[in-house]
């Protein structure tokens, strides 16, 4: 069972993500503090992190690109998510796998983190394959 944390500090955004998440067959560790996310990593090694960009007093993408610099977390994939559609761009500069906007159909929501962790998981050689960069369907 694929394991995933997600970080949102909308409770209401947080709870149903999770439900949904935990419906289709994957672990959940949701969390509503941003200062919560190295300590649930270490305790819960996730296969994923769907991370929130808006947080209160912090910046998803910071937080991410603190995940992708350290060499025993680098590998774990982070799929950002925002109700700005505009951040999508700004992915790159943290090294994020995939971005989703909100609001969400939960079918790409549940494709986008299945098609991740799957691109994530070492091919015949032991390698790792590359990132997979998704964006909703308009």
Request: hydrophobic share 45%.
């Amino acid at each position: 069972m694929d394991k995933i944390l997600v970080v949102d500090d909308d409770f209401d955004i947080l709870t149903l993500v999770k439900m949904s998440l935990s419906l289709h067959g994957f672990q959940v560790e949701a969390i509503p503090r941003w200062e919560d996310v190295d300590s649930t990593i270490a305790s819960f090694w996730p296969d994923l992190v769907l991370l929130d960009i808006s947080l209160a007093g912090a910046d998803g993408r910071e937080i991410c690109r603190k995940i992708k610099s350290d060499d025993v977390t680098k590998h774990i994939p982070v799929v950002l998510f925002s109700a700005n559609a505009d951040m999508e761009k700004s992915m790159y500069s943290c090294n994020a796998q995939a971005f989703i906007a909100k609001p969400y159909e939960l079918q790409h929501l549940l494709n986008t983190i299945r098609t991740t962790i799957d691109s994530n998981k070492p091919g015949p050689a032991g390698e790792q394959s590359m990132p997979v960069f998704m964006t909703p369907l308009l």
